[in-house]
């Protein structure tokens, strides 16, 4: 059936052991980010397989299903009050800001009779999520260690992801300043100090983190061979861990300029197009609610995806060397919102390549 994503288990092995072995040379421990496939099973077994230290996931519901895999598990987005007690229960570790959260999780994992493990966040100027004001890092420490069902065991940071700030070796030293000044204020060990996600690997990769630094979130090197801060190639990776494939239902030569009066499409957007003369224009059967069409890259350099509905996707094939007939597919390079959205689809098939 289609649409279905070919899911490369070899090359995606292959990604995690090149980040994995430089990391390992470094001191760095690899927590493997499961949330871009969704927390899928098979992909995150692969993790453990590799001798990565922990699968990490913003959603707690993803760790839940990964719960008999055996490999620590990580809850990246700051807990919500409402799944606290799922937290306490699923994840080994989690990344917190909040003092009122911790004070509940402590309590839940009291209840539970656990001990929970927490990463302090701090914002170094992505403004997504963490405490903002060194001082303030440090008066939550020392409140939260009264705190029973919890244990300080690092803090983290987090760039690129929403203000798009690039990691830089300045961030570094001051996460490095904060977390010495912790254990020196408080007479505590911390075992963490995560500098972010796939856009500090060319940090790691430049040899610029300082030694203190010891982990690293690492997603999107894994399924789309590229670092993020400035988008480049991480040598030996393959691209197309994620491939999509689209049947195509219709083929006709037709207008590339709608006709009659234009309003707005199904997404309330007013679409502009420009009057390139007639064109072979193919229809696959896959749409928005499925994968974002942004985000897809055709092996085929010579055709142009034009657009797309809920459900429909508009391709310009009219300058392709290849034979496209209806009942056939076309294949498409994913990338990281690509892959993002068609994991969380019900309705592409997972094919799984050993």
């Known amino acids: 059936m289609y649409p279905r994503i070919l899911i490369d288990l070899k090359k995606f092995s292959n990604n995690v052991k090149i980040v994995k072995e430089k990391a390992d040379k470094k001191g760095i421990e690899i927590f493997g980010v499961s949330k871009v496939f969704c927390g899928d099973e098979v992909i995150a077994k692969e993790y453990a397989a590799l001798g990565l230290s922990a699968i990490a996931d913003s959603r707690i ?7 008999d ?6 809850l990246l987005r700051l807990p919500m ?9 699923y994840a080994d570790i989690s990344l917190n800001s909040e003092i009122s959260t911790l004070e509940l ?12 493990n927490v990463i302090l966040m701090v914002d170094m100027g992505d403004l997504r999520e963490g405490f903002y004001d060194e001082e303030e890092v ?3 420490v020392g409140k939260l260690l009264f705190l029973k069902g919890i244990k300080i065991i690092g803090i983290g940071t987090n760039l690129s992801c929403f203000g798009a700030i690039i990691p830089k070796i300045s961030h570094m030293h001051k996460l490095k300043e904060i977390k010495n000044n912790i254990e ?37 090197i894994f399924v789309c061979g590229n670092e993020t801060a400035f988008g480049n190639k991480v ?3 393959f691209d197309d861990v994620f491939v999509l494939e689209a049947e195509i239902i219709e083929l006709k030569n037709k207008p590339s300029l709608p006709i009659g009066e234009s309003g707005v499409d199904a997404f309330g957007k007013k679409p502009v197009y420009m009057d390139k003369g007639n064109m072979l224009r193919a229809i696959c059967a896959v749409g928005k609610q499925d994968v974002s069409l942004d985000a897809l890259v055709p092996f085929d350099k010579d055709i142009e995806v034009l657009g797309g509905s809920s459900d429909h996707m508009i391709i310009d094939v009219s300058k392709s060397k290849n034979k496209y007939n209806v ?8 990338k990281y919102g690509g892959i993002l959205s068609v994991m969380t689809s019900d309705y592409a098939e997972k094919v799984y390549i050993r």
């Open 61 to 67: 519901e993803n760790l839940k299903k990964l719960k």
């Open 69 to 74: 895999v055996d490999i620590k598990k990580v």
């Open 81 to 89: 009050q409402s799944e606290i007690e799922d937290v306490v229960k």
């Open 105 to 116: 999780i402590s309590q839940e994992a009291e209840k539970q009779g656990k001990i929970h």
């Open 138 to 140: 440090y008066f939550a």
């Open 184 to 220: 020196i204020r408080y007479n505590i060990k911390l075992q963490y100090v995560s500098g972010g996600n796939s856009s500090s690997y060319y940090l790691m990769d430049n040899e610029e983190l300082p030694t203190e630094i010891n982990n690293l979130r690492i997603g999107e």
């Open 235 to 237: 040598t030996g990776t």
């Open 327 to 334: 009942g056939k597919t076309i294949k498409f390079k994913l």
